[in-house]
Structures are given as structure tokens and as C-alpha cells.
């Protein structure tokens, strides 16, 4: 059983199995287990201590600014915090409002095996249908360039989880490059999960998929502070995108769960502070 509703209740069960034993490691969710810092939570009061006026669906203008310097202090990427970004309920939340908006039912999306399964419901719910494209041990579980194209010849998205979860495989830049120059030649959009951007170990740093050529208005970037900050329990998350995606999750969003909870904005806020 590789994806759908059957695979949900296979790890539903599996997961109740593994809970009874010792020492059996997780391969889905990646939740650090570390206590979120001591002076995230601290800031976080200090901010509570005073209220917005208003805060929209898309997150607090501030913090939204907030990301968008955090990404041009660290990659020298510019990005507009009006109208290219929007914070979720955690990563989960973006993934999902991600696919709603992109996927047409019957639209093709392609990902590499083994993936991180949430996208598989929200692929289906979308109405869309997975093209599975092979990674394993023998490729370190890294994409090969030939399996790559062809398995996004017919697919309208590409979802790359980079670093990987659940595989750790990270691919590295001349990798993330050829990806994107397949996606250019063969007009795929890339959803280029990121969110275990700070667990690359060996010198290495990831190279955003955004940061390619001609990849910016084909490319939705996802990530958050659940693993890189452990603030799992926060719900905090956000998606970079082109303006008239982002208007697109926006509605959504408003329409399932508006804003994301003031506390957890302020949390955020304070840890890229
Ligand atoms: C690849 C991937 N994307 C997104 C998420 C969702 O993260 P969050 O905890 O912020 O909802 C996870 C959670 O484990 C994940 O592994």
C-alpha cells in the first residue's frame, strides 16, 4: 500500500503498534524533541502584553516583514511581505491550502518516494492524483535526473521535500538546479518544501529552489518554525509564493481557519528577533 486513505489507516495502526514498543524511531512527523527556548517564550508575553489593531488573515504585517528580511539576510532573496507571503497553522496548514489551490481535479502531481504522506490527502482531496518518482539506497535517496523528468513529463507540480523527511537525504545544489531547469523545460510548478532547511548537517546549506533562475514565478516556497526553532506546539508556518497565489490561500484560509492565533504570531516573531 503506497499512498491514499489505505496508507493513512496502515500508519494510524502501525503508529499504535510502535507506542507499545521501545526504541522504535518515527519516520513521519518530525517534531523536534526539544523544549522550545526559554527566551522564545519570554518574548512571546512581552509581546502579548500589547494587542494589534488588526490581524489579517495573512499574519501580522510584521511578521511577515520579518520573514521576508530573514530571507534576504540569509539568501539575499527580496520578497514583497504584502503580497508574496502568508502565514499558516504550521507547515501541515500550508501544504494543504497549497494543493487546494494549485491542484485541478485530475491534475498530475509528481513526488519522490518515499515522501511525507500529508501531501498524499492533500493531493487527493484536492482531486489530483501522485506520480511517484523512485529514490533509494543506491541513489542515497537523492532524485535522478533522468527518473526526475520523466516522472514530471505529465505532471502539472512537482512537491520537493529538501531536506527530505522521512529519507534525511539532502539535494545538494547542483541537484536543486537540475531540478529546476526541468521544471522550466517541461513548465512544472515546484512546491519546494523547506521546512528542515536548518537540520543540514556536513557544512552543507540548502540552496531555496526560489533562488534558481527563472524560478521565482513557478515556485511556492513552504516552511516554519516548527522544527528549525522547535515550536511544533505553536502552529506556525508560512508560504512564499506569486501574489495571485497567495490571494488564492488567503481565500481559503479565511474561508477554514483565518488568521493563525495571535500567540503563536508573536512566538515567530520572536524567535527570528
Ligand atoms: C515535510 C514536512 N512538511 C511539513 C510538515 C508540517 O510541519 P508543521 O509541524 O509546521 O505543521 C512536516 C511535519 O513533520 C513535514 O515533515
Given at each position: 500500500?503506497s499512498?491514499?486513505?489505505?496508507?493513512?489507516?496502515?500508519?494510524?495502526?502501525?503508529?499504535?503498534?510502535?507506542?507499545?514498543?521501545?526504541?522504535?524511531?518515527?519516520?513521519?512527523?518530525?517534531?523536534?524533541?526539544?523544549?522550545?527556548?526559554?527566551?522564545?517564550?519570554e518574548?512571546t508575553?512581552?509581546?502579548?502584553?500589547?494587542?494589534?489593531?488588526?490581524?489579517?488573515?495573512r499574519?501580522?504585517?510584521?511578521?511577515?516583514?520579518s520573514?521576508?528580511n530573514?530571507?534576504q539576510?540569509?539568501?539575499?532573496?527580496?520578497?514583497?511581505?504584502?503580497?508574496?507571503?502568508?502565514?499558516?497553522?504550521?507547515?501541515?496548514?500550508?501544504?494543504?491550502?497549497?494543493?487546494?489551490?494549485?491542484?485541478?481535479?485530475?491534475?498530475?502531481?509528481?513526488?519522490?518516494?518515499?515522501?511525507?504522506?500529508s501531501?498524499?490527502?492533500?493531493?487527493?482531496?484536492?482531486?489530483?492524483?501522485?506520480?511517484?518518482?523512485?529514490?533509494?539506497?543506491?541513489?542515497?535517496?537523492?532524485?535522478?535526473?533522468?527518473?526526475?523528468?520523466q516522472?514530471?513529463?505529465?505532471?502539472?507540480?512537482?512537491?520537493?521535500?529538501?531536506?527530505?523527511?522521512?529519507t534525511?537525504?539532502?539535494?545538494?545544489?547542483?541537484?536543486v538546479r537540475?531540478?529546476?531547469?526541468?521544471?522550466?523545460?517541461l513548465?512544472?510548478?515546484?512546491?519546494?518544501?523547506?521546512i528542515y532547511?536548518?537540520?543540514?548537517?556536513?557544512?552543507?546549506?540548502?540552496?531555496?529552489?526560489?533562488?534558481?533562475?527563472?524560478?521565482?514565478?513557478?515556485?511556492?516556497?513552504?516552511?516554519?518554525f516548527?522544527?528549525?526553532y522547535?515550536?511544533?506546539?505553536?502552529?506556525?508556518?508560512y508560504?512564499?509564493?506569486?501574489?495571485?497565489?497567495?490571494?488564492a490561500?488567503?481565500?481559503?484560509?479565511?474561508?477554514?481557519?483565518?488568521?493563525?492565533?495571535?500567540?503563536?504570531?508573536?512566538?515567530?516573531?520572536?524567535?527570528?528577533?
Open positions: 500500500v499512498s491514499g486513505e489505505k496508507a493513512t489507516s496502515l500508519r494510524y495502526n502501525l503508529m499504535e503498534l510502535a507506542a507499545e514498543k521501545n526504541d522504535v524511531i518515527s519516520l513521519g512527523r518530525g517534531d523536534p524533541d526539544l523544549d522550545t527556548p526559554a527566551e522564545i517564550i518574548g508575553w512581552r509581546r502579548m502584553k500589547t494587542t494589534p489593531s488588526s490581524i489579517p488573515v499574519g501580522l504585517l510584521e511578521l511577515r516583514r520573514v521576508a530573514h530571507y539576510i540569509t539568501k539575499g532573496l527580496d520578497f514583497d511581505p504584502e503580497q508574496e507571503i502568508i502565514i499558516t497553522n504550521g507547515g501541515q496548514e500550508g501544504l494543504f491550502l497549497t494543493m487546494l489551490a494549485l491542484v485541478d481535479p485530475g491534475d498530475s502531481v509528481a513526488t519522490p518516494d518515499p515522501r511525507y504522506s501531501y498524499d490527502q492533500a493531493i487527493g482531496a484536492a482531486g489530483g492524483s501522485i506520480v511517484e518518482i523512485p529514490t533509494g539506497k543506491d541513489l542515497r535517496f537523492e532524485l535522478d535526473a533522468d527518473d526526475l523528468r516522472g514530471i513529463q505529465d505532471a502539472k507540480i512537482l512537491v520537493l521535500v529538501n531536506p527530505s523527511n522521512p534525511g537525504a539532502l539535494v545538494r545544489a547542483d541537484g537540475r531540478i529546476a531547469e526541468a521544471a522550466r523545460d513548465d512544472v510548478v515546484v512546491v519546494s518544501d523547506e532547511e536548518e537540520v543540514v548537517y556536513d557544512n552543507e546549506r540548502l540552496l531555496s529552489t526560489v533562488a534558481c533562475e527563472g524560478m521565482r514565478e513557478r515556485t511556492v516556497t513552504l516552511s516554519g516548527s522544527k528549525a522547535a515550536m511544533t506546539g505553536f502552529r506556525v508556518g508560504l512564499i509564493g506569486d501574489p495571485a497565489f497567495i490571494d490561500v488567503e481565500r481559503l484560509k479565511a474561508a477554514t481557519s483565518g488568521p493563525c492565533p495571535l500567540l503563536s504570531q508573536n512566538a515567530a516573531l520572536t524567535a527570528l528577533e
